[in-house]
């Protein structure tokens, strides 16, 4: 269970919450709705204002969070991943409100707010645990760089935009070596994100394992591999271009000299979702990508119902 929080699947939860509400200084109004909310039905609330351009990284080990039982994020994926981050090695349960476009992760849309918090109360919900991991950059035998991460690391050729050459490395095990535009390595949270764009797969979400695919690989031999997430991995980058860089959901964290190589790992923490009863997993893909065919269309209205 994350953190210390109090809540368990299924199980309504005891009151008062502490709730803390995160998001964009731009969502302020939302942010606001939410918290009379929650106010009004006896919660303690606090709430944090998140801006997108900030790329520091949390103090410590741990985000000030003062011993909340829910953290709701407002915006959208990216709002999400901000919010896993700034959590760092303590993380709480989330529960994401959709104010952006697709909202694989905040899947929640702000209409229905309020019938989301009653679902909470009820114990209408499930937690579900998703896969983190650690990224290091290692420069001469050194950790210049560390990490934590939801979606993925990725290493990007860039300028001058020639293909760059990456080895993968399994358990101290040469796999392969890629000449490509770049290399994704994924967690299943991120496996319908720049993974999915790429062509890669859609691996379901509360998986263990890691998703790694070239960008336009000059191989065609060279496809998608889906690997357990208990083994070591390290990509190796002998010749760089003068723009190479390692991202981690979606950031720049580090420029990539000749030699470098990035050791990716499953992390101890675990990034935990809200999940609403009558959200689940294949209808967030139905109602995201159009996903499904006709079975989309075929599938019956949600009552008023909940239960």
Known sequence: MPGLSRLRSEQPPPAPLAVVIAGAPAVAAEIGHVAELLAARGHCVTSVAQDPADNAPPAGDEAPLGGADLLIVLGGDGSILRAARWMGYTQVPALGINLGRLGFLADTPRTDAAAAIADLEAGRFRLVGHMMFECEVVRGGRVIHRELGLNETSLLAGPPFTMIEIDLV??????????????????????????????????????????????????????????????????????????????????????????????????????????????????????????????????????????
Do not use: Q
Not at 223 to 246: H, I, M, Q
Not at 264 to 269: N, Y
């Open 170 to 307: 399994v358990d101290d095990e040469p796999a392969t070596t890629y000449r490509a535009d770049g290399l994704i390595a994924s967690t299943p949270v991120g496996s319908t994100a720049y993974n999915l764009s790429a062509g890669g797969p859609i691996v379901r979400k509360d998986m263990e394992a890691f998703v790694f695919t070239p960008l336009n690989p000059h191989t065609l031999t060279n496809r998608t591999v889906v690997d357990s997430a208990t083994r070591r991995y390290e990509l190796r980058v002998p010749r760089p271009n003068a723009g190479s860089a390692c991202l981690v959901d979606g950031r720049v964290v580090a420029a990539l000299a000749a030699g470098d190589a990035i050791r990716v790992r499953r992390a101890e923490p675990r990034f935990t979702l809200v999940e609403i009863r009558s959200h689940g997993y294949y209808r967030t893909l139905r109602e995201k990508l159009a996903w499904g065919g006709g079975l989309r269309a075929a599938e019956p209205a949600p009552s008023g119902n909940r239960s």
